[in-house]
């Protein structure tokens, strides 16, 4: 199994992205790592870090793609950038399965929109961050955040499906909790496309719970959260925002709170790190776009090793449990019905 | 002047609502309160916290809606409800220009919208928490949390204003910064009514920065956020949803953490203790809804009697500065200018 790497996409890229390449291969066994980018930087950083060059092909690719071009001129203008290599790539082998970047998300997705092939019967992917569940140590798959700002009813229908069929495939989830994330969590709330969605999800072959709260989306309940790119990203990101800005707060009293709050500290060490570990889920992978025929995972732009490292791994795992077959399989069901 | 008060609305009442209007007026001279709610109740619990009768009317209401009821149901059938006597009061008096209610939201938004005078031009009022800046003592006002789930652009536009020019009267803030409230910061971002939206807010005449993602909320980098109430609340929600669960997890780790953590706490207990105050908006007064002419404020619906005083005082506070005439003024050089 080849797993495709842009060496050149993120803030920290190319260096931790070779380092976290590195880190991965000593890791585990079973795949090799196709890097794509500018030849002669990866084979010294490999160099540097270690890389076991068995196991790691280059593809040179000039050229890089950032978060100031325009998603669409970029990829279609940069066509020897390391990303639109990464595409190219899974494109022409069977063997390349999925790929990781940790590069402008806007050019990720359109890219992988535009120039992979689609699951048959998926209307549109979904971009899905796998997050952590407050009350046990389960994740909690958040789909769509991004990749469609206004969905079609339809296309939220898919995405609970996708993401029950990798919950049960990838952790192992029997019967997978579905929620539909809304503006309160009685069946007659929503807008006007949530309304319309709920009523397709009750009939739909999955465990749908019904409508969420944003105030549940973490909360362990859920395995998997429906909700539209647009507010789905409001709320990662309010989650995500609010998470920093507690321990800013934390970290502020302490600074201020003279010898004492330092003693506190230190005696509380362990515990803050517990639970900063926890919640950083960027340190515990990226984002998988679910619906096409490859896996792609979009690791946090300001990703370094340690964060490449996991989403290499979660990506041979999708791989392993065989994510796209199992979506296939559902959304063939679907189709079958239909007819 | 007179404040109206909702004596059988949220979890806890009508013992913490008194408990909460005998604080207030314990704590501030200048208004007077009139009690809705089944008399001789509230007579026997003014009796027990010993609240100050030469201030307090009580209006009976035999009647009570609770989260249970169908809103639009209630309010038509409960017409002798402690909420509906609010509204009739509002209505009746010129002297009651405010009302402060911890009862069912959705009865509450609907009741106000439908039984309450709107200022003229305003399209539909938005409901607004006034939530804490995390980098210093400022409030960020969030312009809808969920009165109308699919607003409209010129909506948007709307809230912008009144949340401008509340901040301004009530805050004291010079020139409120806006954002909006979107799937990232680039003027490109949006879903379709966003776009729409940011571009008539360009022309409007406020102070507005462009598009914000949901970290930034309450990063204290805006005074007010604009959203429509759909996705506003799932931010507020999912804000709340990770604060408490926080919290829930540094409880958890202390518990488990032996001697060592517990005494870690002992030493933080002061800083743990200003973040939950400066985090908990509740306590600190209710959610107005902006865009009538008279002024109501729904309070959580757990609120307590801290709660529900810092409603009431949020109340005249917001009557002194006079926000109904600012939003009148500003709504009314927007229409002549339309002429």
Redesign the interface.
Known sequence: MKIVVDAFGGDHSPEEVIKGVSLALNKEQGFSIVLTGKKETIQALMQEYGCDKERVEIVDAPEVITNDDTPTLALRQKTNSSLVKCFDILNASEDAKSMVTAGSTGAALTGAVLMLKRIKGILRPGLAPLLPA??NKNQVMLIDC?AI??PKPQNLVQFAKMGSAFMKAVAKVENPRVGL????SEDSK???R?KEAFELLKQADINFLGNL???????GDYDVVV?????G??????????????F???KD??MK?GL??K??????K???K??KT??DYNDNGGAVLLGLKKIVIKSHGSSKAKSICASILQAKQMVDAKVVEKIEEVIEIESSRQD
């Open positions: 407050i009350k991004g700002a206004d994330l809304s503006n309160g929503g807008n006007e949530n709260e944003g105030r549940d989306i973490i909360s909700a539209d790119g647009f507010s990203n409001i709320a990662l990101k309010a989650c995500e925002g609010t998470a920093l800005g507690i800013k707060l934390i009293g302490i709170g004492r709050a003693l506190g500290y230190l005696l509380l362990s515990v803050f517990q639970i926890k919640m």
